[in-house]
């Protein structure tokens, strides 16, 4: 998992480490809501990443190197 501390930079590059893998993902959407998925890291731009859902999942599936750093999105690479 992702951790959350450090800068934005160690997270781009953990970020960057995840592209083309499966990942499982889970978003915090406040007062302790969450929205779970699993998916794979499909672009990864200078201030942005992408992430494709493998199931239905309706929601936003871009995000921002500052939500992960933030806490407000964890990812877990998938092993299976």
């Given amino acids: 998992m992702i951790i959350t501390t450090g800068n934005l930079n160690s997270v781009k590059v953990k970020i960057k480490e995840l592209y083309g893998h499966n990942v499982f993902v889970k978003v915090n959407l406040g007062r302790n809501k969450f929205a779970r998925f699993n998916g794979k890291v499909t672009g990864i731009y200078p201030a942005l990443f992408t992430v494709s859902p493998l199931e ?6 871009t995000y921002s190197y500052s939500e992960v750093l933030c806490g407000n999105v964890f990812l877990k ?4």
């Fill in 77 to 80: 690479e998938n092993d299976g």
């Fill in 56 to 61: 239905d999942f309706r929601g936003k599936t």
